[in-house]
């Protein structure tokens, strides 16, 4: 399993995202309110704005942190575990 820190010392796996969108888009706005009248979202931001919708497998993450920013600690992710498989 590869975790990644979405923000705040809170922690997703990294395998089980679908799609990471910015939270301004409509689109954004509708799968947020789709997973909130389900049940199935997960507000991940300690009351800073939300500026990543994270979609995974069974739920919506929100996060403070840019789409960006939460792709490159997953790159990061995983170049250190290719290199843990080589040595």
């Known amino acids: 399993m590869a975790f990644v820190n979405i923000g705040f010392g809170n922690i997703i796996n990294s395998k089980?995202?679908?799609?990471?969108?910015?939270?301004?888009?409509?689109?954004?706005?509708?799968?947020?309110?789709?997973?909130?009248?389900?049940?199935?979202?997960?507000?991940?931001?300690?009351?800073?704005?939300?500026?990543?919708?994270?979609?995974?497998?069974s739920h919506v993450v929100l996060s403070a942190l840019m789409p960006e920013t939460i792709s490159a600690r997953i790159s990061d992710n995983y170049i250190k575990e290719d290199l843990d498989y080589d040595t």
């Open 16 to 57: 089980k995202i679908v799609s990471m969108l910015t939270s301004d888009s409509a689109p954004a706005k509708r799968i947020v309110a789709g997973a909130k009248e389900k049940g199935n979202i997960i507000d991940a931001t300690q009351g800073r704005r939300t500026r990543a919708v994270i979609v995974c497998d």
